[in-house]
């Protein structure tokens, strides 16, 4: 592996953020519209919110409920927002594989990973790339009412000094 890896134009980098599922949601107007804030992505919801709004009128469909017709949920523009995030990543190479993909949900959540290779094959620039990646997604998380999945802590109360 090692004799493909430096032979090829990157190194890979797959890693998943596993979601809470109880977080998931149909965006709302005002959803949509505060997302619209983070650059990376007015566009892509723009663009969406317009067809969604067009088919669901064409097909004269009853949109006060968010399961009826076409409509935005949090999760999924999350993972667009990843996806172009990713693209503009100046350390990616952009001409390998770069995917961001939903994994099916697990006991601990929904797994959103991320497939890509690092322009820097070596190994402390690399994790360097991968965490920073990382750091940018999980504080990214909570802007789309979303939360990663965390083990409950398992110490007694008296480990803490709480009583």
Do not use: C
């Not at 959803?31 to 919110?49: G, M, N």
């Not at 497939?115 to 940018?136: G, L, V």
Request: glycine letters at 6%; charged letters at 25%; hydrophobic letters at 35%.
């Amino acid at each position: 592996n090692w004799r493909g890896m430096t032979e090829s134009g990157g190194r890979r980098i797959k890693r998943a953020l596993i979601l809470k599922q109880d977080g998931i949601k149909y965006l709302v107007e005002e959803d949509v519209e505060r997302l619209k804030k983070i650059q990376l992505i007015t566009a892509y919801l723009s663009s969406a919110t317009e067809k969604f709004q067009a088919y669901n009128k064409d097909n004269e469909i009853d949109t006060s409920l968010g399961i009826n017709g076409r409509n935005l949920t949090n999760i999924g523009v999350f993972r667009k927002y990843v996806q172009t995030y990713l693209e503009h990543h100046s350390a990616l190479n952009k001409d390998m594989t770069l995917m961001t993909r939903q994994l099916e949900p697990t006991s601990q959540g929904i797994p959103i990973e991320i497939y890509t290779f690092s322009s820097d094959k070596r190994w402390q620039n690399y994790e360097y790339i991968m965490a920073d990646i990382f750091d940018h997604l999980l504080a990214a998380v909570p802007y789309f009412d979303l939360e990663i999945f965390e083990l409950p802590s398992s110490f007694p109360t008296h480990a803490t000094g709480n009583a």
